[in-house]
């Protein structure tokens, strides 16, 4: 199959080493919410602004911030051509619970066509075949097709605190015609899709605290409210009996969409099943009214995704807590507003916290929900780059997770963010024994190459763009 | 103060040592649930049986089971007096956590008249005393003014699984006229107290378990019942709202006491303010219509002492975890069944247990609640010895812990146990910075010693016991 002339021989000889260099990336534990990891995600920054140097990208940079870095580098030669403002992070999960993998997480394993490790797929598998992709045109045509900027972030799975700012002070340098990035899923291993919706985000911790000191459950228990039971009792008012989050005023602003557009969804999204048995999951649960698909993409959700409180050991301790703590996870639909929402959560766990007990909330990220126009240019390049990278057409779908730089993008930058992803339904992200498909690695490397090849030939589209007058700002980031 | 002719003045001259002695035996750290800790058991069941040979006691063994080992020693040598059966045990609770320990829980320190670490009152300080009671007698005397058998076991916190089989095993060399026991609660320094009423307990572990790996919440948030969420609805559903135990059946045992009892344990008992000021909480909770000292005692309670599942590190973790579990420890009262009451807490998880999860009950403890007559001679020996030992009338008290070994000593052995406590109310027994009083040490050594003359002086009561007859029988154990 030839790509581009002569480019995608090369990409066939590199397989190996690609792949070795993946494992490489991979074994830094750059797990961005744990502060002991700060100096793995220094040195992992570091190689990858080494390796970016090595495939011929041009001023390389690693931009400290208060927490961790942000990489850069640009290849801005390709004069008339539009600029591509290529995204991915290098920061990963957490990865307990550590006893439920069957490999260590950081020292990555190929098994059955699949490297295992946390960061596999999410996301240095799926940016990393940006980055064998440029590097296949520059080792064969000593140039690439169009304008490149890179903007590889640390931080993505803590909410990219940093990089919003970022983009603000360097907008100018930053300037590009559209973003690319490949942190998205496919429907299946020859069912490629283009995500065109992302759902926003709210993540809160929720604490209750009662005595100052962990009690006797016998000398106390029935005299004291127990913080882990006001902390369940809290969570159990969350939701109503329809599966509804039932925070009052929280679906003022969810968006009613035409049935047109459902019955597209209906169309291209998966049907309720693909999703339970993707899921490993016996039964169906979500709102009444709505497939698995819309209660994922165009309706809310809240997931409690830890609780600590009392003893977590084998056995039993005799004893009431001092204290619990909930993590909260919303995911928020158009035209909710996250500021909004986190006022109403605050407000409703006021008014339903006992008098008998303390309680905090502390938030950790807010991020809009996003929409990309599906008629974008860019969007038909990449569905031309899949046609050619796997042989199929892409699907248009939308995607419950978050990805907060794509309204950074558009806010700041004025462009649109093409999102095609690599990973696949059971490859495990954000659990034990991520994976990422090895046949999505090789393809997504030759995806990433025909995008690149496709955009270059769009230069009438992105005639006159600011971008192009603009690429040689990069150097005073 | 002379309490016992040359008795007492020993004890005086050998406090540091004894002090020594008894940071020596907390340092083993033997908590029983935790398997790993099993070596640490067996050396310091060694270290016990060794201290016990020292100071003269008989017979001494150290008796393996299935689990932990059981320790006893006897001293027969007292023809025609009583014979007193002195428990205790040398095992201790879990230390987690740790990180709220001001100073390491196995490295005992004394601080501001005290002695800190896990095991420092509950039992190691307490059961001591005895130990130093008898020392004290047989290094000054020669002999014990009447007959001793110890019983020192390793599986108290987990329920004394071992401990009922081996009593009834050895029923007849066990035989006595009394057991005597200190592990429990005075009101204050200066107000010493006598335990007469125990709460049962049944101690269960409640997991739900959802998807088969953890999930992303983005990506499944609202398609799938998260089964942290799950837990907290049923948890939520286990009070109603006048914060009774909300399980059919339940109530159907519960002793009412006549206004009489009532009103003694409203004279004898702490107030509310005092049990709020000992949990060193803000508001009351438990049941209406009853004090605090009555909803820790004659009624039953339901603690959730511990929740795992999902995320409990720092930050946030986008996850929905494929399990979730609870720790619930009922505390119960008369007539109270507890094979009845697992038996209707079981159906009743089972009716409330969401149909889109799955569930399992996992039972670790069951013990019935204990009553012991006031009126038995062994009380009024107690009540004289705390007279001499702290100069202050003991009042008597019921507790809302579980002592299971009680309704052993009275069903298998037909003998009443004199709870004769040396802990203070905020010596954090089960939390972190857990204490022991040094003055109730000293003070319970002494009391220890006026009961031993005070028990030996009763050989009318107990004349012709069977006990007596048997004393020789230990050796066949």
């Not at 495939?55 to 870095?69: A, D, E, K, Y």
């Not at 992709?133 to 940093?162: D, H, Q, W």
């Not at 003022?252 to 099943?273: F, L």
Request: aromatic share 8%; net charge positive; glycine share 10%.
């Amino acid at each position: 199959m030839f790509l581009v002339r002569g480019v995608c021989k090369v990409v066939g000889e590199h397989d190996r080493r690609a792949l070795a260099e993946l494992a490489q990336f991979i074994r830094f534990p750059t797990v961005s919410s744990q502060p002991k990891h700060a100096g793995d995600i220094r040195r992992c920054a570091a190689w990858l602004a080494e390796h970016l140097v090595g495939i011929g990208l041009r001023n390389v940079r690693v931009f400290q911030t208060s927490r961790h870095p942000i990489v850069y580098a640009d290849w801005l030669l390709a004069a008339r051509r539009p600029t591509v403002l290529v995204y991915g992070h290098y920061d990963v999960q957490p990865v307990d619970p550590l006893n439920e993998w069957n490999s260590p997480p950081f020292d990555p394993v190929v098994r059955g066509g699949n490297i295992y490790g946390r960061g596999a797929c999410d996301d240095k598998g799926q940016m990393f075949a940006h980055v064998k992709a440029m590097e296949s045109y520059l080792r064969t045509r000593r140039a690439l097709p169009l304008n490149v900027k890179c903007l590889f972030e640390g931080e993505e799975e803590i909410g990219s605190p940093n990089l919003g700012p970022f983009i603000k002070r360097n907008a100018h340098a930053l300037a590009a015609d559209v973003a690319v990035m490949s942190d998205t899923r496919m429907l299946g291993p020859d069912r490629p899709a283009i995500t065109y919706a992302l759902r926003g985000g709210l993540s809160i911790e929720l604490e209750v605290r009662g005595p100052k000191i962990d009690l006797h459950s016998g000398n106390f228990g029935g005299a004291v409210h127990n913080p882990l039971q006001a902390l369940c009792e809290m969570i159990g008012k969350l939701h109503d009996g329809d599966r509804r989050i039932s925070i009052p005023g929280f679906w003022n602003r969810v968006r009613r969409w035409p049935p047109e557009e459902r019955a597209y969804m209906a169309k291209a999204g998966p049907a309720d099943e693909k999703i339970l048995s993707d899921a490993r999951v016996r039964s169906r649960w979500g709102e009444r009214g709505f497939s698995l698909y819309e209660c994922t993409t165009i309706r809310p959700s809240l997931s409690v995704s830890g609780i600590v409180g009392g003893y977590q050991g084998p056995g039993v301790k005799a004893v009431i807590p001092s204290r619990a703590a909930a993590k909260l996870n919303f995911r928020l639909v158009p035209d909710q507003r996250p500021d909004e929402i986190e006022r109403l959560v605050r407000k409703h766990l006021a008014g339903i916290a006992p008098s008998t007990t303390d309680f905090a909330v502390r938030t950790f990220l807010k991020a809009n929900p996003a929409l990309i126009d599906r008629t974008n240019p860019a969007m038909n390049a990449a569905e031309s780059a899949y046609e050619r990278g796997f042989g199929a057409s892409p699907v248009f779908l939308r995607s419950g997770g978050t990805i907060p730089v794509v309204n950074i993008f558009k806010e700041v930058l004025g462009i649109p963010t093409v999102l095609m992803g690599f990973a696949l339904p059971d490859d495990r992200i954000h659990a034990p024994n991520e994976k990422f498909h090895l046949p999505n690695f090789y393809r997504g490397i030759a995806t990433c190459i025909a995008f690149l090849d496709e955009m270059g030939k769009m230069k009438n589209s992105f005639a006159g763009s600011k971008a192009g007058q603009e690429r040689e700002v990069a150097a005073v980031l």
